[in-house]
């Protein structure tokens, strides 16, 4: 489209009688909601009902768009459609026409706000063509730059106006020439493809008879987009071109009768003005394209497949079935994409600009958090956040892990057990004929694996029997002699013994504390993810869980240096379950050394059954002579390894006892005391409160791309709102 003199036409009265036949009073309705929903700016994000004109260069487009319209659009010879023009005709009371530019969405932010500032107002159609050139400059269309991706808005508006947008699409060019390269060709291609590839656009496809159609681009993707042509309408324009009663005006004629490309919409014929008439009113063009087409040729054609006139019923029809058809999935779409921008509102959260707004954003997230991570410590698990129990994953999985007394509680029992099953370096088995050791090894549950950097433990202790271990004993034993008398060991042996014992107890608890500092870790994280902000996740775990994690495990690492410390100590207890141990074990060896001598000392005989006398018995009884020579000869007369095997049950009861209380403190004093107690601190309102305004602004403060995100988010939410309001309105009758 470009400029022309008709000053004539270009000052007519603002109106198009002729489009009311597009409009019965519920299509009007109809269009109304349609007008309201575009005028919300809703076409950015839904697809809404259009009616596009489209087709090849020179085709004839601009031609038809005028025809259907009865606006005198500006011309210029030998000059095309530069770019996509949305022409909106709207109901209302004062009469104008105003211009504005939709910029292609490859501009950068800062072209984008120059082109959607350009807004012009005109009174009537004279100054339109002026208008045009001023958007076309705005653009930066020249010899450099001859198609844009950008869109010109026109908006008419008037009393007697319907409610109708229709767009130009520039025509597809058939090969790059030196005022159109082929970047220009691929550029019109990918704009054309763009609209009519949604599936709320109605296609006017134009073609014009000057050309065979088979080689019109637009024949091809229509078809492309619109298989079975439920949505295109084939538009003959320049029928006057063709000779009339040839091969070539049967050819074309046959087309329309949808005999060769089938559009579900069919053909239509219309008659342009020719390039000399274009000063003559469109009463008089309307008048020519009847008397045109009452010609003998077109007597076999439907009168309502030829003309304007008709194509405006035809056009009111299909808009009217296509809006009632089209409006109701729309509805659902903008309800679905509301509640949508909705919830990604609610997760940015509260504007943030000043320093007290984030402040208060911290404060409440802080309260979110720690009542959180205080239930989760807790084990009270009545929050969503929690979510279900899934009974077929492990305790701390990851369907799972969320309940954090739950995995602790699990990780203790698991370290509780560990410790006695592989904390002993030495598997003294016992004497046979005893109960079986405590302690024995054997395969642990599989979650008990070595974590990163910790240290490695034997997969079982090394089995050692008794009088192995009393050999092992008297060796140590000979070179920690003191003052003691022969038959007698040294109290320094049982702490040599135990440390000697108990190695793996280190490693087994650094191990334990990483696997609970990481689930903390993990926890907290959990938490941060579920409650905060997409911008402030990383800033909160980076500047206050991760330092607070670090600490807390720098904290139950340095208490476990102080039990190993005191571990390390000389033996102390005041358990009387040590005493009652050492002579369980003496009373075991001795009950054990009696039954030995008093299985050796069974004798039997055999006796008369009595009164008769004729038959005899096998009876086993004990000789006391051979039980007392037994006892003598079991009494070990080796002081060394006596004092070996009394240190030796000495030490065993002095481990059970000191077991049981390493496993208890590092439970409680470095897994609870160091890591959960103070977890509730993390995110706090009082530490929270507590943050200086520079770490406040730096964890708190929106970076611009949020900003703009909220910005493009609210402003999508307005439209959305207005676009609900607008069905509302429209069922309600308002």
């Given at each position: ?8 036409i270009l000052t ?27 005028r ?11 009616i ?7 085709s ?9 319209t ?18 909106s ?9 105003s ?7 490859t ?18 159609f004279s ?6 050139d001023?958007?076309?400059e ?9 198609f ?44 054309v ?30 078809r ?26 049967s ?6 009768r ?40 077109y ?6 497949m ?26 659902d ?10 919830g990604?509102?609610e997760v940015?959260?509260?504007?943030r ?13 802080a ?47 698991g ?11 030495f ?9 079986k050791a ?26 050692m ?48 504390i ?51 410390i005191?571990?390390?100590r000389?033996?102390?207890t ?32 055999k006796?008369?059954t ?69 977890l ?40 959305l709102?207005?676009?609900?309001e607008?069905?509302?309105?429209a069922?309600?009758?308002?």
């Amino acid at each position: 489209m470009a400029n022309t003199p008709n000053s004539e036409i270009l000052t007519s009265m603002m109106t198009t009688t002729s489009l009311e036949a597009l409009q019965s009073s519920d299509q009007r309705e109809l269009m109304d909601l349609v007008d309201r929903l575009r005028r919300t700016g809703l076409s950015t994000f839904l697809q809404l009902p259009q009616i596009v004109v489209c087709g090849d260069q020179s085709s004839g487009k601009s031609s038809v768009l005028e025809a259907i319209t009865e606006i005198p659009f500006p011309r210029k010879e030998n000059l095309c459609t530069r770019f996509a023009t949305e022409i909106s005709l709207r109901r209302d009371t004062e009469e104008a026409i105003s211009c504005k530019i939709n910029p292609d969405k490859t501009h950068s932010q800062e072209e984008s706000d120059r082109l959607r500032r350009f807004s012009r107002t005109i009174q009537n159609f004279s100054e339109l063509p002026s208008l045009i050139d001023e958007a076309t400059e705005a653009m930066g269309l020249g010899p450099a730059k001859a198609f844009s991706k950008d869109v010109l808005c026109i908006e008419i508006c008037g009393p007697n106006r319907p409610q109708l947008t229709l767009i130009d699409l520039p025509g597809l060019i058939h090969a790059s020439n030196k005022s159109q390269s082929e970047e220009d060709v691929e550029l019109i291609k990918s704009l054309v493809k763009n609209y009519i590839s949604k599936q709320r656009t109605i296609m006017l496809a134009v073609v014009s008879a000057k050309n065979d159609y088979a080689n019109q681009i637009i024949l091809k993707m229509c078809r492309e987009f619109d298989t079975k042509g439920a949505r295109t309408l084939g538009i003959i324009t320049k029928p006057d071109f063709l000779r009339p009663d040839s091969e070539n005006e049967s050819t074309w004629l046959d087309l329309a009768r949808n005999k060769d490309i089938y559009f579900e919409l069919g053909w239509h014929f219309l008659k342009n003005r020719a390039d000399d008439q274009h000063s003559i009113s469109f009463t008089q063009r309307n008048l020519e394209e009847q008397a045109f087409f009452k010609a003998k040729n077109y007597a076999s054609l439907s009168r309502s497949m030829m003309g304007v006139n008709p194509l405006r019923d035809r056009l009111s029809r299909l808009l009217f079935d296509h809006l009632r058809e089209a409006l109701p999935e729309l509805e659902d779409e903008l309800n679905a994409m509301l509640s949508k921008t909705l919830g990604e509102l609610e997760v940015l959260g509260k504007c943030r600009d000043s320093l007290a707004d984030q402040r208060i954003f911290l404060a409440e997230l802080a309260t979110s958090a720690s009542n959180i991570i205080r239930m989760g410590c807790d084990g009270i698990y009545e929050a969503p956040f929690f979510g279900s129990v899934n009974i077929d994953a492990r305790v701390d999985a990851e369907q799972n892990f969320v309940r954090l007394r739950a995995v602790v509680q699990y990780l203790n029992m698991g370290f509780a057990e560990e410790v006695r099953l592989k904390g002993h370096t030495f598997q003294i088995e016992k004497d046979s004929g005893l109960e079986k050791a405590e302690g024995t090894a054997k395969d642990v549950e599989p979650w008990v694996t070595a974590k990163k950097g910790a240290r490695n433990t034997r997969n079982s202790p090394i089995k050692m029997q008794r009088q192995q271990a009393i050999k092992w004993v008297s060796h140590i034993q000979e070179r920690l002699r003191g003052r003691e008398l022969p038959g007698v060991f040294n109290p320094m042996i049982i702490g040599h013994l135990f440390r000697e014992q108990s190695t793996n107890w280190e490693p087994l608890a650094r191990k334990h504390i990483d696997a609970v500092a990481n689930a903390c870790k993990r926890f907290l994280l959990e938490v941060l993810n579920s409650i905060g902000t997409p911008d402030t996740k990383e800033k909160l775990s980076t500047l206050t869980v991760l330092p607070f994690m670090k600490n807390a495990h720098s904290g139950a690492v340095a208490e476990l240096e102080r039990v190993l410390i005191d571990k390390s100590r000389h033996p102390i207890t005041y358990n009387h379950y040590f005493t009652d141990s050492i002579q369980k074990l003496q009373q075991e060896h001795l009950t054990k050394a009696l039954m030995d001598n008093a299985n050796s000392s069974a004798v039997t005989v055999k006796l008369k059954t009595f009164p008769e006398g004729k038959a005899t018995v096998d009876k086993e009884y004990i000789d006391p002579l051979l039980l007392k020579r037994g006892i003598e000869q079991s009494i070990e007369h080796d002081m060394n390894k006596v004092a070996a095997g009394q240190a030796l049950d000495a030490h065993d009861a002095f481990y059970k006892d000191e077991m049981k209380f390493f496993v208890d403190v590092v439970t409680k004093q470095v897994i609870e005391r160091q890591l959960l107690a103070p977890l509730a601190e993390t995110l706090s309102p009082k530490s929270v409160a507590e943050y200086t305004d520079e770490k406040v602004q730096s964890i708190a403060s929106e970076p611009l791309e949020v900003r703009q995100l909220r910005t493009h988010l609210e402003s999508k939410r307005r439209m959305l709102e207005e676009g609900a309001e607008a069905f509302h309105a429209a069922v309600v009758g308002v």
